[in-house]
């Protein structure tokens, strides 16, 4: 495996203190004499419920394989990943999302996939949506396959409307109407000068790209080779979000959050509209009293769009068990492993075939879950490359200095000046 780029040897130190922790899995048996593999995932107490209950299903199933979940709650899988990878002691199976993939699909760390699937007889290319596909494919070879994928609507709560005599908002809305929707549902509603319901809330950078995209402009040009966030359309986008919380003040200034995020203020009834992928489903379903539903994001002077997601599977290309692993990826993305996500909200489940079963599209809610898949032909990828992370940071820092105050047009040509700088291979500012 090649760890020659220097952002890889800055995480060396951080090998050396975890590694004994990381790898504290390898080489353990499981009881009745199965071959066992490590399968590692992100995520929260309810991930782990999630992914438990698939692998115990899974477990169930088999003679011959078994099945070790490895669950990193926190920000810290990546490099988990990166410090098992470098010890050589890797999980065999490892889900990623699509912008840190890419990121480690560079090394050579993960095995093709795709001659398991053209010789697999129930699972097929051609059952995924191609969207999903892409994002797992890197220089021709399919390094990875999606087990599910996100587009990005507005969330509403749909009491809050009605208790001001507004009616729903169409999937053919424009700016001009959501200005106005979120003026009308922006309340202080205790009379003492402060702001209680909010319309909507300022989104992290990645969902911002709905309003840039809009308004007609780009993170990079399409060949990613150049950063173009100083152009007039991206700063407009940038503007119109700065205008819903500085301008018409509908969107809840950074001292004004008290503590509260967006999970928070919508459960409690303070908010009335989100933006939010596939993955929000789960929360809105499971742990808010909320009476929501979604709609595309309204249609911005040069169209209307979606950020699209996805979250996919990947096999250790070091792993001593290659066929095992593949068992288990297969049922991940077989019919019963596709219901289950689909049953479970979190997500868009990655092959068609289970996207438009009543298990994903729930006919007994009343939710319009159909619309994520609607908004899959006007849903985009953020431009994702090698050197993604390091962009984040830089779109990170900028879009938090524009929402304290920043002009975006300032906002706009700092993170074309520091991005192109990163894009050169010069380095970060």
């Not at 390898?26 to 107490?45: D, K, Q």
């Not at 890419?102 to 697999?120: H, I, N, R, S, T």
Request: proline share 6%.
């Amino acid at each position: 495996m090649k760890v020659s780029p220097r952002r890889w040897v800055a995480h060396l130190a951080l090998v050396a203190a975890v590694l004994a922790l990381a790898c504290g899995g390898c080489g353990r048996n499981p009881a009745r004499g199965r071959v066992p593999i490590r399968f590692s995932v992100w995520g929260t107490g309810q991930d782990f419920k999630h992914w438990g209950g698939t692998v115990r299903q899974f477990n169930e199933s088999q003679r011959r394989v078994w099945v070790e979940l490895e669950l990193v709650q926190g920000a810290g899988y990546s490099n988990k990943m990166l410090s098992m990878l470098v010890g050589h002691c890797a999980p065999d199976v490892m889900a990623f999302l699509d912008k840190p993939f890419f990121q480690f699909a560079q090394y050579g760390v993960f095995e093709d996939l795709g001659p398991y699937l053209e010789k697999d007889q129930e699972i097929r290319k051609s059952d995924f949506f191609p969207q999903f596909l892409k994002a797992f494919t890197y220089h021709g070879r399919q390094l990875g396959l999606p087990w599910d994928g996100h587009t990005v609507l507005v969330y509403y709560n749909k009491d809050l409307f009605a208790r001001e005599g507004l009616p729903e908002p169409k999937a053919d809305w424009r700016w001009d109407d959501f200005v106005r929707v979120t003026k009308a549902l922006t309340k202080d509603t205790d009379g003492d000068g402060r702001v209680d319901q909010f319309g909507f809330i300022a989104p992290m950078w990645l969902n911002e790209l709905v309003w840039v995209w809009g308004a007609g402009g780009r993170d990079l040009n399409p060949e990613m080779t150049r950063c173009v966030t100083d152009s007039p359309g991206t700063i407009r986008g940038l503007r119109f979000q700065r205008d819903l919380v500085f301008k018409y003040h509908v969107c809840p200034q950074a001292r004004e959050m008290a503590g509260m995020n967006q999970d928070s203020l919508f459960n409690a009834g303070r908010l009335a509209m989100a933006l939010g992928g596939a993955y929000w489903m789960a929360f809105c379903r499971e742990l808010t009293g909320v009476n929501w539903d979604v709609v595309m994001p309204p249609r911005g002077p040069a169209g209307q769009w979606s950020r699209m997601t996805t979250d996919g599977i990947t096999m250790w290309r070091e792993s001593p068990h290659k066929p095992e692993a593949w068992a288990f990826i297969r049922y991940l993305l077989s019919d019963r492993g596709q219901a289950r996500i689909a049953s479970l909200g979190r997500g868009i489940p990655a092959r068609r075939k289970m996207a438009y079963s009543p298990a994903f599209l729930r006919p007994d809610l009343p939710q319009h879950t159909i619309r994520f898949l609607e908004a899959l032909p006007r849903a985009r990828p953020q431009s994702i490359n090698d050197k993604t992370d390091e962009m984040n940071t830089v779109y990170d820092r900028e879009w938090d200095r524009m929402l304290l105050g920043e002009d975006p047009a300032a906002t706009g040509k700092a993170m074309a000046r520091q991005i192109n700088v990163i894009l050169s291979g010069r380095g970060a500012l």
